[in-house]
């Protein structure tokens, strides 16, 4: 039977534990406002880069190895962007899960398949399997910023330069709301610009004798490099957002279950606390009854 | 109406103002937009993208580094990587950075990319200085 000084004990560090778990749910959110910001910041900018790129695209026939919208995926690869920290709930094992069955699915389908981490939980799942990434991107800075997805973009593209393959695919946590993410597989390279076409016809009022400066490919490959730097840093803000929503959920249940588990311990505290009352007092009173004889 | 629009990955810093005359740093040398100019499209450099918004008299300037401008008959768009005011430069910083890359710039083994990226550190840190008034004449040591 637990003694009261014990049962006392594991209801302060309780309480110890529900008050950091209460900050991390608050950090988290003021957080994830901050990352739900950036991402409507950004949407002005990536529309409308990718609608400039699908008018020039259409209007002046550019080619260009990066827009071939049909490619054979003979060499693959997975970039898997998870975060470097874990008490988020399920937030990395989702991406790791999905990460996994795609290459359980699709190895044999593929000539190569290769992994390439951003985030360190992702790298460390992998490697428990032992499946090592071409590369790892470890140790993103707290705050991302576009400089940053700016250079992890170009390594990405020097991978797919290099390393000659047909298709670049992210998975990443998609940002639903400040409750729910969802894990999402994209096509970052070859890019598709498809998309864009529909929604872009003529509204920037595109003229027949437009002056381009440089030559139309040459802004061309500016602006693909630029469209999937952005793609990388909306990808790694809905991430982070994701993130923290996923972090300020589970955090929220933690605090709760504390709570509930103080107060079970509270209640077999003071049934104890009476008990033990009770039997002095019984041992009191007999005591007396024993003396008056 | 001319509406300039000036977005970065990060903000929105100038959202539908009606001007009268913007200059931007444009692929090769400086380019000044009038109200009524043909149809351009552009990539611009590092330096001042300097406006006038309507009925003053007086530039506004703020720093861009890589961008890229189009100019339609209502107006023009300009997406940049970086754009500040000169209210938000800090001048220590700047300095710090200018000094930083030419620091770098000394070194004889450097590979081509890196040589690249502190050229454009050091086009920024200038851009910065100029934009405070303060102009470097120390040159590019290579």
Known sequence: MPNLKDIRNRIQTTKNTQQITRAMKMVSAAKLRRAQLNIQNLRPFANQILSVIADIATTQRVEHPLLNAHPEDQKVLLVVLTSDRGLAGGFNNNINRFAYKFFQDNRSKYQQLDFLFVGRKGADFFRARNIAGKETILNLAREISFGMAEGVASRLMAEFAEGGYDSVFLVYNEFKSAISQEVVCERLLPVDISKARVSSDSKNGFAADLIFEPEPALIIDDMLKKHFAVQVYRAMCESVAAEHGARMAAMENATKNAGEMIRGMTLTYNKLRQASITTELIEITSGAEALKG | ?142
């Open chain 2, 1 to 142: 109406m001319f509406i300039l629009n000036l977005v970065t990955p990060e903000k929105k810093l100038v959202t539908d103002l009606e001007i009268d005359e913007v200059i931007v740093p444009a692929y090769k040398g400086q380019l000044d937009i009038l109200p009524g100019h043909a149809p351009l499209m552009t990539t611009l450099s590092t330096g001042l993208l300097k406006y006038r918004t309507k009925g003053s008299a007086q530039f506004e300037t703020v720093v861009v580094s890589w961008g890229y401008m189009e100019v339609h008959p209502d107006g023009v768009v300009v997406l940049a990587d970086v754009a500040e005011s000169v209210a938000e430069i800090d001048r220590v910083r700047a300095e710090e950075q200018l000094k930083a890359a030419k620091a770098g710039l000394v070194d004889p083994l450097l590979e081509n990319d890196q040589m690249v990226m502190f050229q454009h550190k050091l086009e920024k840190a200038q851009a910065r200085l100029e934009a405070l008034g303060i102009h470097d004449h120390g040159g590019t040591s290579h």
